[in-house]
């Protein structure tokens, strides 16, 4: 598929559809994921209704978890202030937050389906076409009343802990029927939804908001021997034998940051960060994409130091551009996503546990600032700006081929 087609709509314009869009994580949640961009770049010809996160994790009797469900509850009666809005809403666009059970079996089914619709009713009484674009295959039912209905899958959702994996394939196998086109973001992916029947997939691996990584990169001779790692830090996906190594390495030659928030998903990460600070690495924090680009514009390179298991084989790290787009050159396990992009591209690159730290050292060496512009060009047909385009085009194909 080509961003070849011009657009139809503009800002101000008619909206093209009324879109619902099922998420799975919050809209302030600390890092913007695939689905944070899609909501802004389809809000620019469309009218938006986002819903957060449904809970396919089931919640534990645990202080990050409490906090979370207080939180939801807070939102859903109105209340938004209880904190600075972590990430500016697209012009137009509606945050919904649904008081629902985090348990999607056959006895909550009624009832939250009941809930659910209760809090989307402004979109099912809305203007046709009505679309639903989910990231989650647990949709109880909503694509009955949508015109086009795509289902985004950004991961292998069934194999992250404590996500309900039974309510997860009855989800996608409920959708595959009903589904206009799925997208997949990874060829692991792709070949999941093939499995679940899904006859239309889409392969678009994440792309980054380079523009903003871009604007931040310094000059070669600006750089010092640092390198960065960004998104959430959570034992599930981290090696953490090999982030011990390169804190090791980085001994009195660089500096190893980590830049994401404690994510507990999978695991607290707390002692692992504690060990790491000992060996000499620096927690950032969470930072905005502007504060993140200011940093990652001034280190050498770029990590991915992800566990290789049933979770990250479908992972499509939209930070890989991110990191390019900064100037850095790019250090990752071997993802079968990242594999397939360092064969065309050499300023990444794969390597094992037993070498990884040697094969960074080797990448703190000064480069010049040809070489620099070359790694950010590399990036630039990985943005948002153009995947913008190709998504509206893509849902205007779909509702011209309902008409």
Request: with cysteine; net charge neutral; glycine share 8%.
């Amino acid at each position: 598929m080509t961003a070849s087609v011009p657009e139809q709509a503009r800002l101000g314009d008619v909206p093209v559809a009324n879109v619902l869009m099922l998420g799975t994580a919050e809209w302030d949640s600390p890092i913007a994921t695939n689905q944070h961009y899609v909501a802004r770049e389809l809000a620019r010809t469309s009218k938006v209704t986002f819903v957060e996160s449904l809970g396919l994790r089931r919640p534990k009797l645990r202080r990050d978890d409490v906090v979370r469900m207080a939180s939801r509850v807070r939102r859903a009666l109105g209340d938004r202030e209880e904190a600075p809005a972590q990430r500016p809403r697209p012009a137009g666009a509606e945050i919904v937050s649904p008081l629902v059970l985090p348990v999607h079996r056959t006895p909550t089914f009624p009832i939250n389906r009941a809930l659910l619709r209760r809090a989307t009713s402004d979109w099912l009484a809305s203007p046709r076409p009505r679309v639903l674009w989910t990231f989650t295959p647990v949709t109880y039912g909503l694509e009955a009343s949508a015109d086009v209905v795509i289902y985004h899958c950004v991961d292998l959702l069934a194999t992250f802990p404590g996500v309900d994996g039974v309510a997860v394939g009855r989800g996608e196998r409920s959708l595959s029927s009903r589904t206009a086109v799925a997208i997949a973001t990874s060829k692991a992916v792709q070949d999941h939804l093939a499995d679940a029947g899904f006859p239309r997939i889409e392969l678009l691996p994440n792309v980054a908001d380079v523009s903003v990584f871009t604007a931040a990169s310094r000059p070669a001779g600006e750089r010092r021997p640092a390198v960065l790692f960004s998104g959430n830090l959570t034992v599930y996906k981290l090696d953490m034998r090999i982030l011990e190594s390169i804190a090791t390495a980085l001994r009195g030659r660089g500096e190893l940051l980590l830049a994401g928030p404690l994510a507990a998903g999978g695991g607290s990460f707390d002692a692992e960060l504690r060990r790491l600070e000992e060996l000499g690495a620096r927690h950032l924090g969470v930072l905005t994409p502007a504060q993140l680009a200011e940093v990652a514009g001034t280190c050498a390179a770029g990590l991915i130091p992800y566990e290789i298991n049933d979770y990250t084989l479908g992972v499509s790290p939209l930070k890989c551009f991110e990191y390019l787009s900064s100037g850095l050159a790019v250090l990752s396990t071997g993802l079968p996503s990242v594999t397939e992009l360092a064969r065309a591209n050499s300023h990444v690159t794969v390597a094992g546990g037993d070498d990884f730290a040697a094969r960074l050292v080797d990448l703190l060496q000064p480069v010049t600032d040809t070489v620099v512009t070359d790694r950010m060009a590399s990036a630039a047909e990985h943005g948002w700006e153009g995947r913008g385009v190709l998504l509206r085009t893509l849902l205007e194909t779909e509702l011209a081929r309902r008409r």
